[in-house]
């Protein structure tokens, strides 16, 4: 794991029996989808399957925009 990714990680911890908090930037939903390392047309495939059922938030649709996936959101 990369430094930038160990600081800037919104994971957190969440209560047991209570839903995940919802990625608040792109390395994260990436990682969350198992798309980490996948090429780039697989990790889109995967990001667009995933809006398909969430609603991202403000920061990670500049996230996404800001790492090649914009013209998802």
């Not at 209560?15 to 090429?39: D, F, I, Y």
């Not at 697989?42 to 809006?51: A, S």
């Amino acid at each position: 794991m990369s430094v930038a990714a160990r600081l800037w990680d919104d994971e957190g911890f969440t209560v047991p029996g209570k839903p995940a908090r919802s990625p608040q930037v792109a390395g994260v939903l990436l990682g969350r989808l198992h798309l980490t390392r996948a090429p780039h047309a697989e990790q889109v495939d995967g990001i667009r399957e995933w809006l398909e059922h969430n609603h991202p938030s403000k920061s990670l649709i500049r996230s996404l925009e800001r790492n090649g996936f914009g013209e998802l959101v």
